[in-house]
């Protein structure tokens, strides 16, 4: 637990290193970076999780006859069979937004992000307010940021190299030597408060979504385990144990488990996960943060 304990320490220091900037940020936008009441709502809905009944989105009235297929799909660990599933409903659908949602979550787990918010662009504004279209929305934005800044994968592991540079830089380690093993690259102030900014606002706005999914259906595990994901990320460590706890009954047998599984190890004992995110080259083909130069 003592990383995660540094993690998300580090990742709070990094609003503090900031602060100035980040309020500014968030007077301009209007909006509060990190909600004070998050972590309360993730404790909320792990109580919640544990009395509740596994949700299938498959079972909802609204979902399309293919839903069941994809599902199953999904389960059986074949991402690129659901998305055929997918691809052959929408096309038969004319556009149905229901089986665009659909094609949206094919999307997400075969690692396409930007694709699946695409799909989830395209919807009308009460087909967004469902619990999978909102887990789904928070899923591939976030997914689509960690691809940003190098991570690879549907579920990326649980701290990134991302995650990892950002505590570095707000711990003042000289991120960017220990990174790219140059030290000819030097990052302003501003380019180290904005990745550190980019990082805590993108990482919040994602979790506040994804709970009002699980907040919408308190059974469904796969808004919850992203739930735990995000709130490692954004420094509730605490809370996010307690849902880590209360999905942990209900996971055998999903298609996440292996990677659940991982995700709690490193939670306990996160040595393994901070070596892999020291160790990991960039992808090649990553397309990098803006903000996030480091990487």
């Given amino acids: ?23 500014r940020r968030a007077r301009r936008a209007g909006g509060v970076i990190v909600p004070a009441d998050l972590g309360k709502r993730v404790i909320a809905a ?21 839903a069941a297929a994809i599902e199953a799909a999904l389960i059986a660990r074949e991402p690129r069979r ?61 997914l689509r940021f960690e691809h940003a800044s190098g991570a690879v994968g549907s579920v990326p592991p649980l701290i990134t190299t991302g ?24 990052l302003s102030s501003d380019e180290v408060k904005a990745a550190i900014a980019e990082h805590r606002e993108i990482t919040a706005r994602c979790l ?28 509730l460590v605490e809370p996010a144990t307690a849902l880590f706890d209360a999905i942990a009954p209900k996971i055998a047998g999903r298609p996440d488990a292996e990677s659940f599984e991982r995700d709690r190890h490193d939670l306990a004992d996160p040595s393994r996960a901070v070596a892999n995110a020291k160790l990991r080259p960039v992808s090649p083909t990553a397309k990098r943060s803006r903000s996030l130069k480091v990487l």
Avoid: C, N
């Avoid at 637990?1 to 309020?23: C, E, K, P």
């Avoid at 699946?116 to 469902?130: E, F, H, I, S, Y």
């Fill in 208 to 235: 506040d979504r994804a709970l009002r999914a699980l907040e919408r259906e308190p059974g469904f595990v796969d808004a919850a385990y992203l739930v735990a994901r995000l709130a490692v990320k954004a420094g």
């Fill in 82 to 142: 659901a998305l055929e599933l997918a691809e052959t409903a929408i096309a038969a659908s004319h556009d149905d937004p229901a089986h665009r949602v659909w094609l949206a979550w094919a999307l997400v787990a075969h690692g396409q992000p930007a694709a699946a918010l695409d799909q989830l662009g395209q919807l009308p504004d009460d087909a967004k307010r469902t619990a999978l279209a909102r887990y789904l929305d928070a899923r591939a934005e976030h």
């Fill in 46 to 66: 792990a109580r919640a999780l544990s009395r509740a009944m596994p949700w299938q989105p498959s079972s909802a009235g609204d979902a399309p006859a293919a």
């Fill in 163 to 186: 995650d990892l540079a950002v505590v570095t830089l707000a711990r003042g380690r000289g991120g960017a030597a220990w990174l790219t093993g140059s030290t000819e690259i030097q």
């Fill in 1 to 23: 637990m003592t990383w995660v304990i540094v993690v998300a320490l580090g990742i709070g220091a990094a609003t503090i290193a900031g602060v100035v900037f980040v309020r």
